[in-house]
Nanobody, 120 residues
Framework: QVQLVESGGGLVQAGGSLRLSCVASGRFFSINAMGWYRQAAGKQRELVATITSGGTTNYADSVKGRFTISRDNAKNMVFLQLDSLKPEDTAVYYC??????????????WGQGTQVTVSS
């Protein structure tokens, strides 16, 4: 069974920084793309950033230049550095991973989410 667990959320003032981490555990062959999404209260879940196993990144326009996604393939981890935070960044942040199992099928797994709250 594969699990993704996020950590690093919290309360921060506008202009501050946070670093989110997500680790995948369980039995699997490899992880292809990984990503971070967020869901603010009353809104739909939206893409924040993704990163391929080779390190190619993609960002939502709203976070470009402020957030940085990275990963450590050896540790099955993905990170999100959040800088210059704004109140509108307040949301539950979820990581996901496209995990390849022993039979080489790819499945999408999600973490449980971590709350990020930015005060003005």
């Amino acid at each position: 069974q594969v699990q993704l667990v996020e950590s690093g959320g919290g309360l921060v003032q506008a202009g501050g920084s946070l670093r989110l981490s997500c680790v995948a555990s369980g039995r699997f062959f490899s992880i292809n793309a990984m990503g971070w999404y967020r869901q603010a209260a009353g809104k739909q879940r939206e893409l924040v950033a993704t990163i391929t196993s080779g390190g190619t990144t993609n960002y939502a326009d709203s976070v470009k230049g402020r957030f940085t996604i990275s990963r450590d393939n050896a540790k099955n981890m993905v990170f999100l550095q959040l800088d210059s935070l704004k109140p509108e960044d307040t949301a539950v942040y979820y990581c996901n991973g496209r995990v390849v199992g022993d039979l080489k099928y790819e499945y999408l797994y999600w973490g449980q989410g971590t709350q990020v709250t930015v005060s003005s």
